[in-house]
């Protein structure tokens, strides 16, 4: 190998040229670029928020969709559906599988991921446990007008709900394009309703059937119970995310939420954390509720995904929501890039990356750090053996080498990075690097035999 002089390159930050995949805000209940949903006044009165239409997919076809003309919505690469047991277990042992693979199909169109909770029931006697179990088993009445969170206390309950839980993961764990499965726990949409009605082994019970069910799939579990994030840690050594409902509310935000997340306070650095808002920003605005506040502390608890409800946000508050989204989940900076001015076809050629993670978490997707020699419209690719898992927020130094091969032929090229992402939308660097498609070039080099 000859040595020869080595060019190091500096570059600075600049806003990304696209939205990155499996951060920011997630589309709810439907999918990139549909219809919102419009802003809903609560009626606290009536103990009712008013969402329960759009609160299981498929929606209502009465739910009134006027958000775009209301307010804001980010553009998001992250769909987050949640569905009924009765959906899925029209009747008992009979599985609606193409109601699943048709939700994975609507999301891979969109050009996003999909984060998944199959929910045993929700308040509602509409959206029920599956009038099959209902026969089997006392279930719980839910007169109109109530919200009744309650799950069924039978064992049975429990028994078939979790084989659900089973078969849904020997169909659709390997799909690539499902990000992540929300944990389902007794209670109104899987929220852990009244826990303490159960034996003491449930939580084991459920993360156990998560675990076995979904391998490959990244699990996530309400911040309210840390216990089931060490109990996988503990026995199965995996990582599992969190994520918190009713962000925004005062009560969640500085009695509920930090006490659980000074359990699994460096969880962050494993598996995602997502949120999901009380009510939805047009209401906290109502409420007097301080988004600056909540901005700082999500960033401070490291948030990659919110659910805002895919109901409109305040346009007063766009730029306070698009810096939000810009520091939310991972960003990509590169810092500077080394290499030798020439090299030989056949060299090992030695490079060094330095990255810099702007945003508040790292990415949890082990993708591809690929090098590509570029001279005209050919291209040679190189895959690294970069773990771009470990970019947490800061600099990180990668020292690469290619084997260049030996038929390489001669001349000028540029020097070229990206992750491969597929199937997932491209993945974007905040830099003034020059891109072409998914490549940002940070060098030239100039080949000879």
Same mark, same amino acid.
């Given at each position: 190998?000859?040595?020869?002089?080595?060019?190091?390159?500096?570059?600075?930050?600049?806003?990304?040229?696209?939205?990155?995949?499996?951060?920011?805000?997630?589309?709810?209940?439907?999918?990139?670029?549909?219809?919102?949903?419009?802003?809903?006044?609560?009626?606290?009165?009536?103990?009712?928020?008013?969402?329960?239409?759009?609160?299981?997919?498929?929606?209502?076809?009465?739910?009134?969709?006027?958000?775009?003309?209301?307010?804001?919505?980010?553009?998001?690469?992250?769909?987050?559906?949640?569905?009924?047991?009765?959906?899925?277990?029209?009747?008992?042992?009979?599985?609606?599988?193409?109601?699943?693979?048709?939700?994975?199909?609507?999301?891979?169109?969109?050009?996003?991921?999909?984060?998944?909770?199959?929910?045993?029931?929700?308040?509602?006697?509409?959206?029920?446990?599956?009038?099959?179990?209902?026969?089997?088993?006392?279930?719980?009445?839910?007169?109109?007008?109530?919200?009744?969170?309650?799950?069924?206390?039978?064992?049975?309950?429990?028994?078939?709900?979790?084989?659900?839980?089973?078969?849904?993961?020997?169909?659709?764990?390997?799909?690539?394009?499902?990000?992540?499965?929300?944990?389902?726990?007794?209670?109104?949409?899987?929220?852990?309703?009244?826990?303490?009605?159960?034996?003491?082994?449930?939580?084991?019970?459920?993360?156990?059937?998560?675990?076995?069910?979904?391998?490959?799939?990244?699990?996530?579990?309400?911040?309210?119970?840390?216990?089931?994030?060490?109990?996988?840690?503990?026995?199965?050594?995996?990582?599992?995310?969190?994520?918190?409902?009713?962000?925004?509310?005062?009560?969640?935000?500085?009695?509920?939420?930090?006490?659980?997340?000074?359990?699994?306070?460096?969880?962050?650095?494993?598996?995602?954390?997502?949120?999901?808002?009380?009510?939805?920003?047009?209401?906290?605005?109502?409420?007097?509720?301080?988004?600056?506040?909540?901005?700082?502390?999500?960033?401070?608890?490291?948030?990659?995904?919110?659910?805002?409800?895919?109901?409109?946000?305040?346009?007063?508050?766009?730029?306070?929501? &698009?810096?939000?989204?810009?520091?939310? +989940?991972? *960003?990509?900076?590169?810092? /500077?890039? $080394?290499? =030798?001015?020439?090299?030989? @076809?056949?060299?090992?050629?030695?490079?060094?990356?330095?990255?810099?993670?702007?945003?508040?978490?790292?990415?949890?997707?082990?993708?591809?750090?690929?090098?590509?020699?570029?001279?005209?419209?050919?291209?040679?690719?190189?895959?690294?053996?970069? &773990?771009?898992?470990?970019?947490?927020? +800061?600099? *990180?130094?990668?020292?690469? /080498?290619? $084997?260049? =091969?030996?038929?390489?032929? @001669?001349?000028?090229?540029?020097?070229?990075?990206?992750?491969?992402?597929?199937?997932?939308?491209?993945?974007?660097?905040?830099?003034?690097?020059?891109?072409?498609?998914?490549?940002?070039?940070?060098?030239?080099?100039?080949?000879?035999?």
């Amino acid at each position: 190998m000859m040595h020869t002089p080595v060019k190091t390159h500096h570059f600075s930050v600049k806003p990304e040229e696209g939205l990155n995949p499996f951060i920011g805000f997630t589309s709810f209940q439907h999918f990139r670029g549909e219809k919102l949903y419009s802003d809903i006044i609560v009626r606290p009165e009536a103990n009712m928020t008013e969402t329960e239409r759009v609160e299981c997919y498929p929606i209502s076809p009465d739910a009134e969709e006027n958000g775009r003309n209301e307010g804001y919505y980010p553009d998001s690469t992250v769909a987050y559906i949640r569905i009924l047991w009765k959906e899925y277990e029209p009747e008992m042992g009979v599985y609606n599988d193409a109601f699943i693979a048709d939700i994975l199909s609507q999301a891979r169109a969109h050009g996003q991921s999909l984060i998944f909770r199959l929910m045993a029931h929700s308040t509602r006697a509409c959206d029920d446990v599956p009038e099959w179990l209902k026969k089997l088993i006392p279930c719980p009445e839910r007169p109109d007008g109530k919200r009744v969170k309650d799950s069924p206390t039978d064992p049975k309950f429990l028994e078939l709900f979790l084989k659900a839980v089973s078969h849904l993961g020997q169909q659709f764990d390997a799909d690539p394009i499902l990000e992540a499965v929300d944990i389902s726990l007794p209670g109104s949409w899987g929220e852990g309703h009244k826990l303490e009605l159960y034996p003491p082994d449930t939580f084991q019970r459920i993360m156990d059937t998560y675990l076995t069910s979904f391998p490959t799939t990244q699990l996530m579990t309400q911040v309210g119970r840390p216990e089931l994030i060490a109990y996988a840690a503990e026995k199965a050594g995996v990582h599992v995310g969190w994520r918190g409902d009713g962000l925004g509310e005062p009560y969640h935000m500085h009695s509920k939420y930090p006490p659980c997340i000074s359990k699994i306070e460096d969880a962050w650095k494993q598996a995602p954390v997502s949120f999901e808002s009380y009510w939805w920003l047009c209401e906290w605005q109502r409420q007097g509720w301080d988004i600056d506040e909540v901005i700082e502390k999500t960033l401070s608890w490291h948030l990659s995904s919110l659910n805002a409800k895919s109901i409109p946000v305040p346009y007063e508050w766009k730029d306070k929501v &698009d810096a939000w989204v810009a520091k939310m +989940g991972y *960003h990509f900076a590169i810092d /500077s890039f $080394s290499h =030798p001015e020439s090299a030989a @076809a056949g060299d090992c050629m030695n490079l060094e990356l330095t990255i810099e993670n702007v945003g508040v978490a790292p990415i949890y997707h082990r993708l591809p750090l690929q090098i590509r020699l570029s001279q005209g419209d050919q291209h040679f690719l190189f895959e690294t053996d970069a &773990d771009i898992t470990q970019w947490l927020p +800061g600099k *990180h130094q990668e020292k690469l /080498s290619l $084997s260049l =091969p030996a038929d390489l032929p @001669a001349g000028e090229y540029a020097i070229e990075i990206g992750i491969d992402s597929a199937p997932y939308s491209p993945i974007y660097f905040c830099t003034d690097a020059p891109r072409h498609d998914a490549f940002y070039q940070v060098g030239e080099i100039s080949i000879h035999n």
